[in-house]
């Protein structure tokens, strides 16, 4: 079999030539637009290139339909005819169509997950048809540590930069290169939710969440890959399924969306793993985030969110050296990591077996390296935030101040001595 991933990735930048014809018919048409658009205030919200409603994007979106009655708010989709359209409320749009085009050049804001270009207008923010006026919130979709940005090219028009935190403005602006003017901390907008429902009751179950490898676009056959091999074998390995039994455990695995194409493919190949085991390829991350009670993951942000809710983190890193030399990291994993780090398969079944022993899975955070600098805020109003330091007519200077790590910690206590009730 050839390499999957390269016909498996999202859509490849087309290029200003393949959007021209309808960007141009898009200014040809504006005159006859002017009074549908004269006294209305458009926002603009997409992400994960068009693909998905979900994370920051949909957080965003969900509030401003809710909170800013006197803006109309589309969605920029690839299939505005998806399964996807049909979960959102509210207006959507095509990614480079016509409407697309008229759309973006009546805007007043536009708020995108990964870059303008992907999620909300293709090509034309970097060309001479850009829209000077236009406000562009970049926001991200997790907390900036455990992968550098190769992609900022793409974001460096923004307006602002969304930060979780003062330590994030200082990464963004010393290794991204972004002047402070445009980094607001304001906290992540879909932490809102993480915090509203922090307290819910534990359900027993373990998220296996492995992040992608860019160089698996390179010339190696996929399921012959290390990374598939190591995914593979832990998915496979006796000792997890009897270490899981054993402390009345269930898995539960989420595959990056560079590997949902291959999902059938993956579960076949591992069809002695019950199918119920897999989460399905539009499974509401949120919600298992908020659901499960203990992540394994290697490099992904959504550690970020366990770590938010106080929930174990165990980092199962099987190519780190690899990973370090190639993508690369803000914190140093020798000594940063709050949680765990395993580098085989033996390593990562008997450490989790350790972890599910915890009286109080909470505990497991007493002897780990703390990061909770990432965190200036632990409340539900990280959306606010944004909106009154971005968008015109709601803007007020005022962001709110950082809740300490002690008052954050009686929060975390607060909420898991509901749990213990309950």
Not at 109 to 126: Q, R, T
Not at 281 to 289: H, R, S, V
Not at 357 to 362: I, V
Request: one cysteine or more; a positive charge; proline letters at 5%.
């Amino acid at each position: 079999m050839g390499m999957i991933a390269k016909k498996s990735f999202l859509p490849r930048k087309k290029g200003l030539s393949h959007y021209l014809p309808a960007i141009i018919l898009a200014k040809v048409l504006r005159p006859f637009f002017y009074f549908y658009f004269r006294k209305k205030k458009i926002a603009l919200i997409g992400g994960h290139c068009g693909e998905k409603y979900a994370d920051n994007a949909a957080a965003m979106h969900r509030f401003l339909r809710k909170n800013c009655p006197d803006y109309i708010v589309f969605f920029g989709l690839n299939d505005v005819h998806s399964p996807v359209a049909e979960t959102i409320d509210g207006p959507v749009y095509k990614l480079g169509s016509v409407w697309n085009y008229l759309l973006y050049d009546h805007a007043v804001i536009s708020y995108y997950s990964h870059s303008l270009e992907s999620d909300v207008a293709p090509a034309i923010d970097f060309s001479r048809f850009a829209n000077p006026k236009l406000i562009k919130v970049y926001m991200g979709h997790g907390v900036d540590g455990l992968k550098k940005n190769l992609f900022n090219f793409d974001t460096r028009r923004s307006t602002y930069f969304i930060c979780s935190s003062r330590e994030e403005k200082r990464i963004k602006n010393k290794y991204w290169g972004i002047p402070e003017k445009k980094l607001i901390v304001t906290g992540m907008p879909r932490y809102d939710t993480l915090y509203t429902n922090r307290g819910q009751a534990p359900t027993r179950t373990v998220l296996y969440m492995p992040t992608w490898r860019e160089w698996l676009n390179e010339d190696e056959t996929f399921f012959d890959s290390r990374y598939y091999q190591n995914i593979s074998g832990l998915l496979n390995h006796p000792g997890l399924h009897d270490v899981l039994r054993r402390h009345h455990y269930r898995l539960k695995v989420m595959l990056h969306p560079f590997m949902q194409p291959m999902f059938q493919e993956v579960v076949k190949n591992n069809r002695q793993l019950p199918k119920d085991m897999f989460c399905r390829p539009d499974q509401d991350i949120q919600q298992l985030i908020l659901s499960c009670d203990l992540l394994i993951t290697d490099y992904s942000s959504v550690s970020w969110d366990f770590y938010y809710l106080d929930k174990p983190v165990l980092f199962f890193q099987f190519d780190q050296a690899e990973y370090l030399k190639i993508r690369g990291a803000y914190l140093d994993f020798s000594k940063d990591l709050f949680g765990d780090v395993t580098f085989t398969v033996d390593e990562t079944v008997k450490q989790l077996g350790k972890i599910l022993s915890l009286n109080k899975p909470a505990d497991y955070y007493l002897h780990q390296v703390s990061q909770k600098s990432h965190f200036d805020f632990y409340d539900s109003n990280n959306r606010r935030r944004v909106i009154r330091r971005t968008l015109p007519g709601y803007q007020n200077e005022s962001s709110g101040a950082p809740v300490s790590h002690e008052s954050r910690k009686q929060l975390v206590d607060t909420a898991s001595s509901r749990v213990d009730q309950s």
